[in-house]
């Protein structure tokens, strides 16, 4: 990067808590859905991860294939302790000759005490097997307790729901330029209070060595009151801003990235909704301004929002400004 | 509009969310409930839904009713494939000559299934049918985990339970106009440091398009630390609103809108909770002012709140003031 | 009051939520626990309760006993359909010659069916009593997962556990005189950030109509971090005191109610917890000041905090300070 | 402590919460885990402990084992009282000859009732033993409602999954010296807006009488973005830090304790979270920094973090700096 850097001026910011001095060269420090590009090591797994994060996190099909799993699992087990404290002390075994019979009896018998439901045509007697059948069901109903949460936390956690563009915009503004994304909720979803923040880090070559600067971005709105309709952020690119004169190539040559930050409060979970993306020099597009994506509806009574035009851009020519550096 | 527009010299904000060049030409932007005017589309309808917020708004019988066709398609489904399966492999089947019989004992099998009450009398025997039985019984587990969630997070939800008065008022205030709306807890809930906000909407006619521009309301108390009574809020009409010297004819010709939130924080959902409402011109009484609607207890011990009086104004005659434009 | 009310300097504030010319003659404004003293009306009671709010507040014996009495009157009423749809179609009842044996098979046949525990000797046949059995047992779960959130929220709501003094004391304080109250809390909970709000309400009478006015107390430290210890808030009554040189009668003859509110941060909850009191002037102590409440242990490792003492305090003489006004 | 404090100029705090005058000689203020090192007594242990909060704070294993013990005990008291109202009364009891057998019968009878399972192998009859299994079986419902409950709110609990260095450092700092500890998150939490407080507690000697003074210590950085990597938190120790000019003798000296309170938002439990810990002076390294614990990973796609090496430190020479007082 040459000595006449438009930035030397600004002062960039440490408090991102990515460590300016971390070295990351070519990952990105933020991946798309807003986790950090990070791994961590040094306790054992089992101490630096949280159970009950990874199962609200988890898509919904491995959610409920793993409770199916656990499910036949704990009866495998069962039926096998079953037939070791033996299979005479579960009443009403019928026509259960060979050994398969006989273990599927004690299956279904265990399916039946863990899901508390308890036909009763086997049931258990003797002591021991009396008190694995009575183990078995207060374990059901414990395991079922805490699927209940599960359940009930993963449909109740707030979550935003925006959708954001595919690429952050280079276009014109209001006789310059500015840099844009553009959001907006894609659920029955209703978010207030509304506030976006943009972080840039830019990778530099200080004396051969990658050090990444993070630079704040002032936003002409950075808070609005309701987001109804799509939002289009706009950073202006004045001279203050850290991206002021950037050439297409100085944005490739800069590897940077933008963070993007959203807080708001979500009417229906009565909650702050927070969701967090970031965008690489390869998602910018310079010289280009987002299309409309909603309009009024045919009867004039409602406004009709186009979800799937959130990253629909065309081609635009930019002023060409010189800065007075 | 004509070039005497008082409102030239306000500045209307661009944050609401609403975007002023949307074109909403009839409709009001926000519904009486509080929800947008807006519909979404693009992508598909289970996409763009969440189930979880629908079933929260969902009106109580509709619910419950849900739950119960569900509960009913279920036992269908289970009915049918028991009697794929071979009803001789439900033991303890009695008098069922028929198929209606033999389908009605398939069918309460799966209910006392799925319920987990599992009386016996009928129970399951072989493996494909212990099979079907096994899963319906989890599926039921799963089934009645995410109702119990639903109705748990139904009842917990936080709520403002907030009475507004139908109409807005243009009433004498200190010698000159204001604007008033009324409104209290209709519950037993306990409100605490209530903020109001008020932002108008001004259709406007430039240059014989049709935009919307919006205005933030200053109002004499904004904030209240309890909302114990009921609470008149007053944006007073002076030089700087933008609705000073409105006549009654200017307020349908600019068809207004009034957007009001509230937000305050729920003693024993221990949480903020918000509600918004919007009134249109239509619902604006010129020349009103609100009737009282508490008063003390006969033995004076404790202060009546008459919540049938929310809405109660009487007409009173407005001051003639001219402003000085 | 004289016309040389100390308090004619002073500003009184409106956003207490309570109404100044409310007019409550004799009556307190809050109750001792924080709640209004205030009664709706105008609207049908079922719609001015919040059923949810109302098992919230219950106390614990009553909650369990209204569980107790629900349970046992749909068995009550699920008995008597059964005997109306015919007991013969219940299977497996034993020895009932009588009515009331009839009676007592199906309420107890209707009992487990509402539990699901579902014994299964006794059994349902029959179109109309399996789908009765049917409805009652979906009933029950639905029923079990409402207690289930109630049970939840009753325990997991946010709550301060705060104890305050039985009385308020004028003491004296930095050579003149404070106002103090004093607070612990009496659980094992930790609140940080803890905010105190003192406003006084002094009922006047205003050319023979009583008003009430409404004063914020400024307060000597009004933020802990941590309410570790007990904590003993202070106004100093300064010159720009509403109460400044009152008399002990004055206290009386103002009929002044102190109203305090605490907002603080729990640690487990991880929620903001909030209560509120409110002292008349029956519970003001004219020179007094608090006794310590906690001490050194004996080992001297911990502190040991006595919470019987809280309310303890001992006469003083107050220092004479006349006002200059 | 010589006339010469250079704290003298300094303020010290008096809204901690602690009491400045507690007396506290020997004992720390606050333990390592953030809870306070406090008794209470003088009310009953009943009214003085939330069961709710104990319950949450238990570790795991002793709550699954408390839940045990009470399922035992609570089959224990029912299979006596089943015995009490005649054994006979439980129909279907088989080769239960001696009063072991009989009491194992009434045992596993009950266990089945609690858990609604109900084989049904043996099933109550007579109004007594009917009442008792049908209280045994909502009581049932009622304590796994309660279970539930509790499950979920302990792993629902939201948490900071914060680890601190064992250590706090006097470190080179800016050709000074600073104070540091670091702390990073151990789990796959995602921790935002993270705020850090640091308060300095020294004990000191006020003619005979210790006395405790607290000190908010400035950072140089309070509040991070985002807690992705490791965080170094810093206070420099100016001419206006209260330990300035402080050799390694005067810091056992003066016994200090440094308190640190951490606020942040989780993602994913969309909530404050709250983590606190304390040094004492035994804690204090003098001469020292912090060792790198994050590198980039051999590919250079992300950054790993060593959770084991957080509080790693190399000895270091402190600059000579002498204060100008």
Redo the contacts between chains.
């Keep these: 990067m040459s000595s006449s850097n438009p930035r030397s001026r600004l002062r960039d910011i ?6 300016g001095n ?6 990105r ?1 933020m991946n798309a859905d ?10 054992p797994v089992w ?8 199962l ?2 988890m898509p919904r099909h491995s959610f ?1 294939l793993s ?2 799993i656990f ?1 036949t699992s704990v ?1 495998f087990c069962f039926a096998f302790i079953y037939m070791l404290t033996g299979i005479e002390n579960l ?2 075994v ?2 259960a000759h060979t050994f398969a019979d006989r273990f ?1 009896e004690a299956f ?1 018998f265990s ?3 863990l ?11 003797g ?1 021991v097997t ?1 008190c694995i ?2 183990l078995e ?2 374990m ?3 395991t ?10 993963r ?4 979550k935003a ?1 925006l959708l954001f563009s595919n690429n952050f915009l280079i276009a014109p503004y209001k006789g310059a330029k500015a840099l844009m994304i553009r959001l907006c909720t ?5 978010l ?1 209070d ?1 506030e976006a ?1 943009f ?1 840039l880090a830019i990778h530099e070559n200080d004396n051969g060595k990658s050090i990444t600067r993070f630079y704040p971005l002032g936003l002409e ?1 950075s ?7 799509s ?1 289009t952020i706009v950073h202006s690119i004045t001279e203050d801003s850290p991206v002021y004169n950037f050439t297409e190539a100085q944005i490739s040559e800069s590897r940077m990235e933008l963070i993007v ?1 959203i807080k708001a ?1 979500d ?8 969701q ?1 993306t970031s965008y690489t020099y390869r998602q910018a597009v310079y010289g280009a301004k987002f299309t409309p994506m ?4 045919p009867d ?10 959130i990253s629909d851009y065309e081609a635009v020519v930019l002023p060409q400004v010189v800065g007075l550096v």
């Design positions: 440490n408090n991102t808590g990515f460590g971390s070295n990351v060269e070519g990952g420090l807003g986790s950090t590009n990070l791994k961590k090591r040094g306790i101490e630096r991860t949280s159970i009950y994060h990874t609200l996190r409920f409770i199916f499910y009866n009443l009403g019928v026509d599927m279904f399916s039946q005490t899901t508390t439901v308890g036909y009763g045509r086997v049931s258990p007697s002591m009396n059948a009575s069901s207060l059901g109903i414990l079922f307790a805490v699927v209940t949460g599960l359940i009930y936390a449909f109740s956690r707030p729901y894609y659920k029955n979803n209703n207030t509304v923040q972080t709105i808070k609005v009151s309701s987001l109804a309709l939002w930050s409060f009417d229906h979970f009565s909650n702050i909704v927070q967090r909603f309009e009024r509806a004039g009574e409602y406004t009709l929002l186009e979800l799937d035009k």
